[in-house]
């Protein structure tokens, strides 16, 4: 498995999918960014969940995306909460705008960088971080 600089540990990447959220993982585990669009009105909802917050229908298209994005803001950890945190901090929490789904924002880490080098504004793109044999969680890098 190949995991990403600036990672969290794997036992921060146990997953518990229900029908809403288990395309989206699986499309994670293929490293294909996704995201589920209302199949009546088009609006894309993140996370995913069971009712549309436009129409209130339930019937979702999941759409793959380009995997870019920008960074609408975020947050450097530079405490370990907890001990296995030490060897990861300082790590980068961020709020990031994905390309092709207007409207929505993903929580995810920033990778393989110095917090430094982020910013609000920031273009990123998804770096896929392979935790074991079944969980692949999306990060994101500096772009370019
Ligand atoms: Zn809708």
Same mark, same amino acid.
């Given at each position: 498995?190949?995991?990403?600089? #600036?990672?969290?540990?794997?036992?921060?990447?146990?997953?518990?999918?229900?029908?809403?959220?288990?395309?989206?993982?699986?499309?994670?585990?293929?490293?294909?960014?996704?995201?589920?669009?209302?199949?009546?009105? !088009?609006?894309?909802?993140?996370?995913? !969940?069971?009712?549309?917050?436009?129409?209130?229908?339930?019937?979702?298209?999941?759409?793959?995306?380009? *995997?870019? !994005?920008?960074?609408?803001?975020?947050? $450097? =950890?530079?405490? *370990? $909460?907890?001990?296995?945190?030490? *060897?990861?901090?300082?790590?980068?929490?961020?709020?990031?705008?994905?390309?092709?789904?207007? #409207?929505?924002?993903?929580? =995810?880490?920033?990778?393989?960088? @110095?917090?430094?080098?982020?910013?609000?504004?920031?273009? $990123?793109?998804?770096?896929? @971080?392979?935790? @074991?044999?079944?969980?692949?969680?999306?990060?994101?890098?500096?772009? #370019?």
């Amino acid at each position: 498995m190949s995991r990403p600089q #600036g990672a969290m540990p794997a036992e921060f990447a146990q997953l518990n999918p229900d029908s809403w959220t288990e395309p989206f993982w699986l499309s994670a585990r293929e490293h294909r960014l996704t995201a589920p669009r209302c199949a009546e009105c !088009g609006t894309f909802r993140f996370p995913p !969940g069971p009712f549309c917050h436009e129409c209130r229908h339930q019937d979702v298209e999941h759409v793959e995306l380009p *995997g870019t !994005g920008t960074v609408y803001t975020y947050t $450097v =950890a530079r405490h *370990g $909460v907890v001990p296995s945190l030490a *060897g990861t901090v300082p790590y980068t929490i961020a709020v990031i705008e994905p390309d092709g789904a207007p #409207g929505i924002r993903m929580i =995810a880490n920033i990778v393989e960088c @110095d917090p430094a080098r982020i910013a609000i504004g920031s273009r $990123v793109e998804v770096v896929w @971080d392979d935790v @074991d044999a079944e969980v692949t969680i999306p990060r994101f890098r500096p772009a #370019g």
